[in-house]
């Protein structure tokens, strides 16, 4: 057994050299100062206490470190994931209680258990059944709750729901309670953000600052904002002004431990934990795999759904929340030079460190601050102008891709996400139950064969040469046979009728009948039925069939050859 294929850390750590190490620790080092906030952010979204975003960004990532293939992917928690977790948990449990905290524990080792379970059966395909206009309207979606759910917390007012609708009534109920110095804190902190995000890098590309040192600079701004409003909370007093806090938060590293839970709680909790992984492994491969193709790199999906399975069993027994592969730190991770997964267990390291030495300083960080940073980190999920490129080129795709949105919005993420993945499977086997189908002929003076509908080509009115634009399958079959029929019963002439397959990479059982039939009707109206173009894993299909030997008909290499065969020497004026 090639054990390196399962443990993917043997593949480079034997080579691995003092300049790796170099990259590896200045990457981990922009990544820790930027992972801090974002993981008590998405603690604070997931409405878990914020040791447990610290502990989430700790051993999921050494884990991750070890079975994962890509060079660059961070592991962590993300905003979409976190959304998901408040949503799952909110009818079972109060926000930030212990039974919260072990809903939040289960979802993770759940979602480990199933992602792991997956990877070994070499289920990674599964993700391809989420259609990309599906992704994008349910992130679109997710980003738009997630920033309102945390209007909230700029407004320091009271807030509830996990849909857009639920939210903006609670707002709205709770408008008249604003707090003013909460407000001012959270708006100037978002004021910095968007101006960090949009001026800093030009401005101090302006003054000479160097490129590199530029964009480090604007992905390392929410670590300033941070600091400078939790020493604003500290000298000012600001909680005795009606300022949320962060609050206490223990110091020292998470203990490794199983969660006492029942087994009704593993149940309820099994279809959220489902949605969790499929939706944060779309997320990591996709990141992943954009990442490794500007290194000429790949990255292994069955093996993916191991890596990020571990990681999220580690984030589980050691007291943290489910956790995928982040966009935004892991293009920060890219940028900064990573080489291999060691930048993330460096990474690990210092969040460790932050969690042993910084919490008492945590503890001042005003909420406000932390519901800023997500409202701009997710501000980039939002792609509102994709409905209108989905629009202009796919009506039944910008179809499943609004009903995604729509009722991402107005019910709740595990809504949106089951309609969309079941709109796209439902517009799959519409659009292929009912395959293009063009009647050819050929191209004068070529060997080519076009549509008569588009093209000037020559035709036979005794030989039809039907193409078949799709694999024939159950959904389809019947849709084929009446094709078929309705071109016999127009064709009065027709004495030979030819399959050309070029598209066809399936035949299964039911097509296999309905062809059967043709050949069958096709011969009690006197035309014989042909094939051609027939591929060879199909063609071998069939020859263990006694399809082969009941066909009226032949089987031709190309359509030019039926043609040559049938039509060749057809009075010219039939032609």
């Known amino acids: 057994m090639n054990l390196s294929r399962y443990l993917p850390v043997l593949q480079w750590s034997w080579r691995y050299n003092r300049q790796q190490a170099g990259s590896d ?46 060079r660059t992917l961070s592991v962590g928690p993300v905003a979409v994931a976190s959304l998901m977790t408040a949503a799952a948990l909110a009818p079972l449990a109060q926000a930030g209680s212990a039974e919260y905290i072990v809903g939040a524990v289960v979802l993770a080792l759940m979602s480990g258990l199933m992602l792991v379970l997956m990877g070994v ?48 009534r609670s707002l709205w109920a709770s408008a008249s309670s604003i707090n003013l110095a909460t407000l001012a804190v959270g708006v100037s902190t978002l004021v910095f953000l968007v101006l960090a995000r949009t001026r800093l890098k030009p401005g101090l590309l302006a003054l000479g600052v160097a490129p590199q040192m530029a964009d480090v600079a604007t992905k390392t701004a929410p670590i300033l904002a941070v600091v400078l409003t939790t020493l604003a909370a500290w ?26 839970a029942d087994w009704a709680l593993w149940q309820q909790l099994a279809v959220s934990a489902l949605l969790i992984s499929v ?20 990255i292994d999906p069955d093996q993916e759904l191991i890596g990020l399975g571990a990681a999220n069993l580690g984030s589980g027994i050691s007291g943290g929340m489910p956790v995928t592969g982040g966009f935004s730190r892991s293009v920060v991770n890219f940028d900064a030079g990573a080489e291999t997964p060691a930048a993330g267990i460096y990474t690990a390291v210092g969040i460790a460190v932050a969690t042993l030495f910084l919490t008492p300083a945590i503890a001042w960080l005003p909420q406000a601050t932390l519901a800023a940073t997500i409202i701009v980190a997710v ?3 939002i792609d509102i102008p994709a409905l209108r490129r989905t629009l ?60 008569v509908l588009r093209h000037k080509v020559d035709v036979c009115p005794t030989v039809t040469f039907l193409r078949v634009d799709e694999s024939l399958y159950f959904a389809n079959a019947r849709f084929l ?16 009728l030819v399959l050309v397959c070029p598209a066809v990479n399936l035949v299964d059982a039911s097509a296999l009948e309905s062809l059967e039939a043709i050949n069958e009707r096709l011969k009690d109206a006197g035309v014989r039925l042909h094939m051609s173009d027939v591929k060879g894993p199909v063609m071998d299909r069939l020859k263990r069939t006694e399809f082969c030997q009941h066909l009226s008909g032949d089987v031709f290499l190309s359509a030019h050859e039926g043609w040559k065969a049938l039509v060749t020497g057809a009075k010219n004026d039939d032609l």
């Not at 000298?235 to 006492?260: I, M, N, R």
Request: hydrophobic share 45%; proline share 5%.
């Open 379 to 381: 501000s980039t999920l």
């Open 235 to 260: 000298f000012w007093q600001l909680q005795l002004q009606g300022v949320k806090l962060v609050g206490h938060v223990p110091s020292g590293l998470p203990q490794l431990t199983w969660p006492q």
């Open 481 to 496: 046979e009446e094709t078929v029929l309705d071109i016999v019963t127009s064709e009065p002439q027709l004495t030979d």
């Open 279 to 298: 939706v944060g492994f779309v997320e990591s491969i996709s990141v992943g795999q954009t990442l490794a193709a500007k290194r000429r790199q790949r």
């Open 392 to 451: 202009r080129y796919s009506r039944t795709d910008f179809g499943a891709m609004l009903a995604t949105i729509v009722l991402t919005l107005g019910h709740s993420v595990e809504a949106g996400i089951i309609t969309g993945v079941a709109l796209s499977l439902g517009l799959f086997l519409y659009r292929t139950s009912r395959p293009h189908c063009a009647v050819v002929g050929r191209v004068p003076g070529s060997e080519h064969f076009r549509n």
């Open 25 to 70: 620790l200045v990457a981990a080092l922009i990544v820790t100062v930027m992972l801090i906030p974002q993981s008590l952010a998405y603690a604070l979204l997931a409405g878990l206490p914020a040791q447990i975003g610290l502990y989430a960004s700790i051993l999921p990532l050494v884990v991750y470190a070890l079975f994962g293939t890509s």
């Open 121 to 168: 059966l070499r289920l990674g395909f599964l993700a391809n059944f989420l259609s990309h206009p599906v992704i994008s309207g349910f992130i679109t979606a997710s980003g738009i709750v997630i920033a309102a759910s945390q209007l909230k917390h700029v407004f320091g007012i009271t807030g509830s729901g996990h849909n857009l609708f639920d939210i903006g």
